[in-house]
């Protein structure tokens, strides 16, 4: 993918039709079983649609159906609206489940969860003469750069002949670490998984600079050439830090609560905060949803069942709230989505939600 999925996100949550309630279709496909959910999904959707929606609908789903035939795919994402010539595909290399979602504005909110599940890393594989630097995004691995220097060989002969040897080559790796260092401080991710063999991945880190050393998540002792292992490994090693920046921020939020600090809960409250752009942390349990209303005319939302807007009097359209907080372009104006952390949850953390 080109485009990195957090410029994805936010290109995306700025798309909004205020004049239309179902005019984006939004669809997540699995390759091996999307053709039986399409069909079916298809049906059931335009039998619910007025005709001029149905029009649009129909035509939309077309554009897509012929791109999903025309390319190779194992999972993507398509949002697409024949009605203002929009298609945006962004193909993923995770499995997702089918989806298909008509509505007011892109369906983002399972781009949101995969953004935080598979955070972006850099991976640097090295021995004493020879690097790799992989990017892995999404769980998809692509090569940045393969670096390699000639050492001699270690010296066999003793006295000063052999120290003066290994002065030179020590000076020689030394300078092969800092040229990958060099390259590293061009390319890398807020991540960093440094993986090779002996103590030339220690020596490798304690020459990097701070930033970067701070960015470190593991150190791997593995083989150069174990690369499906090393891969296996480093992902193992970022889900587990995502899992632990997970129970920290819960933690963080239960004391807030507790001390009655800078945190909030309940629909109302946390409704209120995003509209204020006060929201710098945002939890939200898995597949949780909640219903609300957003005003056709003024674009406020809020939370239950409200036949007329409070504000302007005008009509309202049945919303999920969540959904709406994290792609409303409205609220983006207060605060932009790639500012948020949104963690999903377990419903062990239930009470402490909306």
């Avoid at 129909?58 to 203002?84: C, D, G, H, P, R």
């Avoid at 750069?145 to 052999?162: A, C, E, F």
């Avoid at 120290?163 to 990958?180: C, D, L, Y």
Wanted: with cysteine; net charge neutral.
């Amino acid at each position: 993918m080109n485009d990195k999925l957090s410029d994805v996100l936010k290109d995306l949550s700025e798309v909004y039709d205020k004049n239309s309630q179902n005019t984006f279709v939004s669809i997540y496909l699995n390759k091996h079983t999307y053709e039986k959910f399409l069909h079916q999904r298809e049906a059931i959707c335009s039998s619910l649609l007025k005709k001029e929606e149905q029009n649009n609908f129909t035509q939309t789903l077309e554009q897509i159906k012929e791109f999903v035939q025309k390319n190779k795919f194992n999972n993507l994402a398509v949002f697409a609206s024949n009605k203002y010539n929009f298609f945006k595909v962004v193909p993923l290399s995770i499995k997702v489940n089918n989806s298909l979602v008509v509505d007011s504005s892109p369906y983002i909110r399972p781009l949101a969860r995969i953004q935080d599940e598979w955070e972006s890393f850099t991976l640097v594989l090295l021995n004493s003469h020879y690097a790799k630097i992989y990017s892995i995004s999404l769980g998809k691995v692509d090569r940045e750069k393969n670096l390699s220097k000639d050492i001699i060989n270690k010296h066999k002969k003793g006295g000063q002949s052999q120290a003066r040897f290994q002065r030179i080559r020590k000076g020689a790796i030394h300078a092969f670490f800092s040229e990958v260092a060099e390259y590293l401080i061009k390319v890398a991710d807020k991540q960093i998984v440094i993986a090779g063999p002996g103590t030339a991945k220690v020596q490798f880190k304690e020459i990097l600079p701070k930033h970067l050393q701070d960015r470190i998540v593991d150190v791997l002792d593995i083989g150069i050439d174990n690369e499906k292992e090393i891969f296996e490994e480093s992902m193992d090693a970022i889900s587990e830090k995502e899992e632990q920046k997970s129970h920290k921020a819960v933690e963080k939020l239960k004391q807030e609560i507790l001390k009655d600090g800078l945190a909030v809960y309940g629909i109302d409250e946390t409704l209120q905060a995003a509209k204020n752009g006060q929201i710098d942390l945002l939890i939200i349990e898995k597949d949780y949803k909640i219903k609300g209303c957003l005003c056709e005319h003024c674009q406020i939302l809020n939370a239950g069942p409200i036949k007329d807007c409070q504000v302007c009097g005008g009509p309202t359209t049945e919303v999920d709230v969540i959904e709406e907080i994290l792609g409303n372009s409205q609220m983006m104006k207060k605060f932009q989505i790639l500012d948020i952390l949104v963690l999903f949850l377990d419903s062990n953390n239930r009470n402490l939600f909306f």
